[in-house]
């Protein structure tokens, strides 16, 4: 199973909202939503959030 908790985690560290992240990157908002229900998404978009946010994928996404 795909959890983003850790991605909620690393937002609040930053003292970023989930909706500024998806406005600033250009994500639709169906990918938000996807981060909401801990479903999966491309590769890509974890990269991107990573470079956004500066942080290792660990920092992002967890597969339990």
């Given at each position: 199973?795909?959890?983003y908790d850790p991605?909620?985690?690393t937002?609040?560290?930053k003292n970023v909202?989930?909706?500024d992240l998806i406005t600033d990157l250009k994500f639709s908002k169906t990918t938000?939503?996807?981060f909401r229900k801990h479903a999966s998404v491309q590769?890509?978009?974890?990269?991107?959030i990573c470079k956004y946010?500066?942080?290792?994928?660990?920092?992002?996404?967890?597969?339990?």
């Open positions: 199973m795909i959890s991605l909620f985690v937002l609040e560290e909202k989930l909706i938000g939503s996807k590769l890509t978009t974890i990269e991107k946010l500066d942080c290792p994928i660990e920092k992002v996404v967890r597969i339990e």
